[in-house]
């Protein structure tokens, strides 16, 4: 792993088609954890998350309405608002926390087991989704960050949020697990993210939405698109 950095400037050279740590395994599958009750818990179905969030989400938004009582039009607004800005955490955590090439072993180590193992098994269905357990601490470290920037209001945001997050679980499941689909724009989805996991890992970072790598300057050329037809 400590050739991270060494690796990066390979790729980026062309002297390789892709960094050895992110490289794509011939397995279906690999393990994170030695012992076998941490390694379950480092999985997951793509149900469990969704039921959980939805369920949470749903509790909130009906908190801030009927107790809270944050005025309907207010609530949408901000759950909206909530929507637009996972996409945007969304980019940068992908592309910021994940692909930032690094040799230090503590970084190396969250973004190996948060996200490089996906990149080496990217068609394992139980890697396709944070496990509800970290995926429940997390929820509560950015519901506890929204709730300091803007008070009661987080019982409306952070439900749109978390409907972000949904569709972003569920369209990332189904780019990995399901061929890519005739409408235009769901198949222009899935030809992005197979570019960052196929071809080149440091652009195309959005998965539910394109839009920040048009802001960003991270859009992968159509001829590098035209080249994932091979992994369909």
Sequence with gaps: MKKNVKEYLAFKR????????LAIRK??????????????????????????????SSFLFWYGISYI???????????????????FAEYNVH???????????????????AHGIHHQYP???????????????????FFLIFWLVMGSYVFVFFPGFMMGYLAYIS???AQHRIKSPIYPPFKALWKHHHVHHYINPYIAHGVSTRFWDFVYGTMPSKK?????????
């Design 14 to 21: 062309g002297e390789t088609k892709m960094p050895e740590h």
């Design 27 to 56: 397995e279906l599958e690999g393990s994170l954890f030695k012992n076998k009750f941490l390694e379950q818990l480092s999985r997951t179905s793509i149900f469990s998350p969704i039921i959980i969030h939805i369920t949470i």
């Design 123 to 141: 068609r394992d269905p139980t890697r396709l989704a944070m496990p509800p357990i970290p995926g429940i601490i997390l929820s509560g470290l």
């Design 95 to 113: 592309r910021f926390l994940y692909h930032t090439e690094t040799n230090w072993n503590f970084l190396l180590k969250l973004q190996h087991n």
């Design 69 to 87: 009582e944050v005025l309907l039009q207010m609530a949408l607004l901000l759950v909206g608002s909530g929507f637009v800005f996972w996409t």
């Design 224 to 232: 590098l698109k035209d080249e994932t037809a091979k992994f369909r």
């Design 171 to 173: 369209l990332h499941y």
